[in-house]
C-alpha cells in the first residue's frame, strides 16, 4: 500500500505570494495534520482535520489555513509568504482523531526568497 | 514551542555499539512517540509508548517511559550504519483530547560510523 504522498517535493516562491500544498493519506486513514519544520529544529503542529473538520490548531498565523477534501486528502494554503515560512512542511494521516500513530510524507520543501 | 528536549543533541557511536537517547517533556501525555528523520526528509514512525506502559520493545529498539519524571528513553542495540539519522520524540498531550496533535522534542543527531 502507498504511504502518505505529498507535492510538490520542492518549491521556490518570493515573499508575499501564495502557496498551495496537497498531501494523499494512507488508504483508510481519516485523518491528516499538517507540521512546519524549520532547518535544525523539531516539527511543529499547524492543523489537523477529521472527517473533513477541523480537530486542532497550532500556534500560526491567519495567513496559514486547510481543508480537507471527500476523499480525505488535504491542502495547506499559505498566503503573503515571509522569509521565514521558507521550511519543510510535513503532512501526517492516522486512522482516526487521537492518540493514534501518525504516519508521515516525505514533506514539501519550501523556499521563500 | 517544543514540548520538550532530547539529550543528547548529537551522538557519535561505531557500528555494534549500543546508543542511548533520553527525551524530556512538560505536560500530561496520552502517548508518547519516538521517530526517525534522515536527511531533512520526512519522519518513520519508530515506537509508540502510552502513558499506563513503562517499557516497550520492537526489534532493536527498547523505549522506557516515566511519566512521574516525564521522560522516556530510547535505546538502539548493536546499532548500524543505517541506524544514522535524526532521533525526534513526540508526544500527545493530554489536554489536546480526542485532537491528533503531536508536539516534537528538539532531535538527537545519530551518527554511526564503521
Known amino acids: 500500500d502507498a504511504g502518505v504522498t505529498q507535492s510538490p517535493t520542492h518549491l521556490i516562491k518570493t515573499r508575499g505570494q501564495h502557496v498551495t500544498l496537497r498531501c494523499s493519506p494512507i488508504?483508510?486513514?481519516?485523518?491528516v495534520s499538517w507540521y512546519q519544520q524549520v532547518l535544525g529544529q523539531g516539527p511543529q503542529f499547524i492543523f489537523q482535520?477529521?472527517?473533513?473538520?477541523?480537530?486542532g490548531r497550532g500556534n500560526f498565523p491567519d495567513r496559514f489555513s486547510a481543508r480537507q477534501f471527500p476523499n480525505y486528502s488535504s491542502e495547506l494554503n499559505v498566503n503573503a509568504l515571509l522569509l521565514g515560512d521558507s521550511a519543510l512542511y510535513l503532512c501526517?494521516?492516522?486512522?482516526?482523531?487521537?492518540?493514534?500513530?501518525?504516519?508521515f510524507g516525505p514533506g514539501t520543501r519550501l523556499t521563500v526568497t | 514551542s517544543q514540548q520538550g528536549e532530547e539529550d543528547p543533541q548529537a551522538l557519535s557511536i561505531q557500528e555494534g555499539e549500543n546508543a542511548t537517547m533520553n527525551c524530556s517533556y512538560k505536560?500530561?501525555?496520552?502517548?508518547l512517540q519516538w521517530y526517525r528523520q534522515n536527511s531533512g526528509r520526512g519522519l518513520v514512525h519508530l515506537i509508540l509508548i502510552r502513558s499506563n506502559e513503562r517499557e516497550k520493545h520492537s526489534g532493536r529498539l527498547r523505549v522506557t517511559l516515566d511519566t512521574s519524571k516525564k521522560s522516556s528513553s530510547l535505546l538502539i542495540t548493536a546499532s548500524r550504519a543505517a541506524d544514522t539519522a535524526s532521533y525526534f520524540c513526540?508526544?500527545?498531550?493530554?489536554?489536546?483530547?480526542?485532537?491528533?496533535?503531536?508536539?516534537f522534542g528538539t532531535g538527537t543527531r545519530l551518527q554511526v560510523t564503521l
Open positions: 505536560t500530561s501525555i496520552n502517548n
Open positions: 501526517a494521516s492516522s486512522l482516526k482523531s487521537g492518540d493514534y500513530e501518525q504516519y
Open positions: 488508504s483508510g486513514h481519516k485523518s
Open positions: 513526540a508526544t500527545a498531550p493530554r489536554e489536546t483530547g480526542t485532537a491528533s496533535k503531536l508536539t
Open positions: 482535520y477529521y472527517e473533513k473538520e477541523e480537530r
